[in-house]
């Protein structure tokens, strides 16, 4: 079955250091990954995605994040964390069987400390 | 402004009484979706329309009704709403099916049936 696993309900880092948030997939074919962003009481944001080409991919509020396809890995960093970065992020992959679909992660709580 | 507006951002309900959570684009999208999120599980999706007339069932479609006569406007509908369908309701547009382009979503509806 497709599936997106985040395996980490909460990362904590402290301001300034670099953060990691980990995505890991189980899809047939290519993947075609995204990493959206959810303020308090606000909808999701769209960070980046991967489509093809570059592995490493920069995206919004300085987030890049690295496909490693030996590894079925798209993990999200960000070289200098900011208190606000404290959000929830969501990992999604296309839905191979259908173009209109998201499958989504469970999400990850990130949580930056002053 | 581009942005996706749902209405409205809370609401208490009674098991039975049916409701109508409205979804509205100011960015001529043609591709929008309704997806819920529940805590531990991401979002799921429940309608997506591919154009005005155009919808399908996406991975959790028991209980709601979708209609799109109207490019701008995708309403959601509960006929009869359980407490099962308690949850957190957003709504999505794109210029192009989800699984390949960034979608904006609108700020969320959380409803509660009782």
């Known amino acids: 079955a497709q599936s997106v696993a985040q395996p980490e309900d909460q990362v904590n880092v402290a301001e300034g250091n670099p953060l990691t948030v980990k995505c890991t997939y189980s899809?047939?074919?290519?993947?075609?990954l995204f990493w959206y962003v959810q303020y308090p009481n606000r909808g999701l944001q769209f960070l980046l995605k991967y489509i093809t080409g570059d592995n490493l991919v920069k995206g919004s509020y300085g987030f890049e994040a690295e496909f490693n396809k030996s590894q079925t890995s798209f993990h999200l960093k960000k070289p200098s964390a900011l208190v606000s970065d404290s959000a929830l992020y969501f990992c999604a992959v296309r839905d191979p069987d259908s173009s209109y679909k998201l499958i989504f992660g469970s999400g990850t709580r990130l949580l930056v400390r002053p | 402004e581009a942005q996706v507006t749902q209405n409205p951002r809370y609401l208490i309900t009674v098991t039975g009484k049916k409701l109508t959570v409205t979804c509205s684009q100011n960015?001529?999208?043609?591709?929008m979706s309704w997806y819920r999120q529940d805590p531990g599980l991401g979002l799921r999706q429940i309608y997506y329309?591919?154009?005005?007339?155009?919808?399908d069932k996406g991975d959790v479609p028991e209980g709601y009704k979708v209609s799109r006569k109207e490019k701008r406007n995708f309403p959601l509908i509960l006929e009869s709403p359980s407490p099962n369908q308690t949850s957190l309701y957003f709504c999505?547009?794109?210029?192009?099916?989800?699984?390949?382009?960034?979608?904006?979503f609108g700020q969320g509806t959380r409803l509660t049936v009782v």
């Open positions: 960015m001529n999208h043609e591709y």
């Open positions: 899809v047939s074919g290519n993947p075609y």
């Open positions: 329309s591919m154009n005005v007339e155009v919808t």
């Open positions: 999505a547009s794109s210029d192009a099916p989800q699984g390949f382009t960034e979608a904006f």
